[in-house]
């Protein structure tokens, strides 16, 4: 059973900067498995900020950023602002038509 | 360029629900296709996805045996069959589409499932 594991939650104070990370169970994170990210606010499905590791999806602010770290996925967020304060996820393809997404992490902006 | 997904409601345990997801701006069949679920309160959940014409599908395994994704291009239209439902499937149920290199770009609103015990 493949398992995808962000921090449940973290605090950035405004204009900060925050890294969130997606760590894979059974080995490495590389682009292989075309990570992306996704912003989630209660009540709402879920919009695509990161694909392929490090792309920026229409209209997202450049003040996100996706990279590998290490042996991990990252979104970097700099500047942090009260309406970030919500949900993200990443996702991976594990190929052969499979994905697993992580359990996301809470951020609150404070 | 949207998804509309449909069909969610109150059933009971074991019981049987069709959802649907009406694409419309773009051309339906040239995309893979998924649902996505997210237990209140909890994570996003992969389902299950589809390619463009319908011959390959792939599910998780919590569903497998249980779920049928499918679709019909003539209209524009996906499909969640599920069948044995039991309580932890209780979740808003979302379809999505991916781009190549594997990432969700468009999302449904969303349809509520409640299995009750």
């Known amino acids: 059973q493949t398992v995808v594991t962000q921090e449940p939650s973290f605090s950035v104070s405004p204009g900060g900067t925050v890294t969130l990370t997606c760590d894979l169970s059974?080995?490495?994170?590389?682009?292989?498995?075309?990570p992306s990210w996704y912003q989630q606010t209660p009540g709402q499905a879920p919009r695509t900020l990161i694909y392929?590791?490090?792309i920026r999806s229409s209209g997202v602010p450049d003040r996100f950023s996706g990279s590998i770290l290490g042996n991990r996925a990252a979104l970097t967020i700099t500047g942090a602002q009260a309406d970030d304060e919500c949900d993200f996820y990443c996702a991976l393809y594990m190929g052969s038509g499979i994905w697993v997404f992580g359990g996301g992490t809470k951020l609150t902006v404070l | 360029v949207q998804l509309v997904d449909s069909g969610g409601g109150l059933i009971q345990r074991g019981g049987s629900l069709r959802l649907s997801c009406a694409a419309s701006?773009?051309?339906?069949?040239?995309?893979?296709m998924h649902w996505v679920r997210q237990a209140p309160g909890k994570g996003l959940v992969w389902v299950a996805r589809i390619n463009g014409d319908g011959s390959d599908t792939t599910y998780a395994d919590s569903v497998k045996g249980r779920f049928t994704i499918s679709r019909d291009n003539a209209k524009n239209t996906l499909y969640l069959q599920m069948n044995s439902l039991r309580v932890e499937d209780t979740a808003v149920y979302y379809c999505a589409r991916t781009q190549t290199g594997g990432y969700f770009d468009l999302w449904g609103r969303g349809t509520l499932v409640t299995v009750s015990s």
């Open positions: 701006g773009y051309t339906f069949s040239n995309y893979w």
């Open positions: 059974s080995g490495s994170v590389s682009t292989n498995y075309y």
């Open positions: 392929n590791t490090h």
